[in-house]
């Protein structure tokens, strides 16, 4: 039986209600108008927008010069099952967050994601629902890409195996979410240093191995045993003890999967006494158990459209979505992805 619960975001839109859209590309406008459901003017200068309107902006873009202090804010970011393939490479996502109170992985404020998971009551049904959700999501080997790669060997020796994951340095998520450690460099340092006899495998992010994105200068060679680059994240965390992250969403995946996780930045997963955590969160006032924390972020918290009907589903119709797509897609030959690689590379 497939249960159709509302998103928190679905219940704060007043479908009635014209929003205001500002700065989105042409290829996110359709998606803005799917994903929101309701009458959408994009607009470009600050004028355009009225003192009691309702302003849509991407992820953590700050509000127009101009814009009246009235005007309240939705703000739209890529959720935590997007897609089969990079939001970079513009494919199309399956979810998206639409957050009135700030965006998940800013730290420095409130989110609605952070409020549903200080004060939910999460009933049994929901619980059940969570724990079935995670049981499929890892039967599938699904992430947040759904990359295919190659298989990594653990290795033979008896050493502890740590995955440090790399972001990308110029990302929100680093410039509102980390503190002292902001670049892949510190993070490996502070590892390598505090684990001097493990064996540490670094991935990159997949953006900047793909050439669309780029970061600082980093000899990950001289602090890890291993650099991993086309191997699939859902296989790599079965082969490993810990992950250390700053803030990137594979903490959020290995802790599905039951591994140690450690964050040295404050991403939305941490402080809630399920991660081993550098920073303090004064805010997460509550300690939660791990099926708690995936029905708020999966089940509660995005919205879900199908890419084949342009409707709103469940997450579980979601699921089973991006499982026949990942499938569809081990198929195509990458000819049109690598064209579009080379046109969107940022030297």
């Not at 809630?272 to 995936?294: S, Y």
Request: proline share 5%; hydrophobic share 40%.
């Amino acid at each position: 039986m497939r249960l159709l619960f509302k998103s928190h975001s679905n219940v704060l839109l007043d479908s009635t209600e014209v929003l205001y859209a500002f700065g989105f590309s042409p290829w996110k406008r359709q998606l803005v108008r799917r994903f929101l459901n309701q009458h959408i003017k994009f607009v470009y200068l600050s004028w355009q927008i009225p003192s009691s309107a309702t302003l849509v902006l991407w992820g953590n873009r700050p509000i127009p010069d101009g814009v009246s202090s009235n005007v309240k804010i939705i703000r739209l970011e890529d959720g935590f099952l997007r897609s089969v393939g990079l939001g970079a490479d513009l494919t199309q996502p399956l979810s998206w967050v639409i957050d009135r109170t700030g965006i998940y992985y800013d730290a420095t404020q409130p989110s609605d994601l952070e409020n549903i998971l200080n004060t939910t009551t999460f009933d049994p049904q929901l619980i059940s629902r969570a724990r079935h959700l995670s049981e499929r999501l890892i039967k599938a080997g699904l992430t947040k890409y759904n990359v295919v790669g190659k298989r990594w060997q653990r290795p033979t020796s008896e050493q502890q195996i740590i995955l440090v994951v790399g972001q990308v340095e110029s990302d929100a998520s680093i410039q509102f979410g980390a503190n002292d450690i902001r670049s892949n460099l510190s993070l490996l340092s502070t590892v390598r240093q505090a684990n001097p006899d493990a064996f540490i495998i670094y991935k990159p992010h997949p953006d900047v191995v793909a050439g669309l994105r780029t970061q600082g200068r980093l000899n990950a060679d001289e602090l890890c045993n291993e650099v991993v680059i086309d191997v699939s994240m859902d296989h790599l965390l079965t082969q490993i003890d810990e992950v250390h992250v700053i803030t990137s969403l594979a903490g959020f995946e290995a802790l599905l999967r039951g591994k140690t996780v450690f964050c040295y930045g404050q991403p939305f997963y941490a402080g809630w006494g399920l991660t081993v955590d550098r920073q303090p969160h004064p805010r997460r006032k509550r300690q939660l158990t791990l099926d708690e924390l995936i029905a708020g972020t999966l089940i509660l918290y995005p919205t879900y459209v199908s890419r084949k009907t342009h409707v709103q589903i469940s997450v579980e119709d979601a699921l089973e979505e991006l499982i026949s797509w990942r499938d569809e897609k081990k198929m195509i030959p990458p000819f049109a992805r690598q064209l579009l690689r080379f046109l969107l590379r940022r030297k």
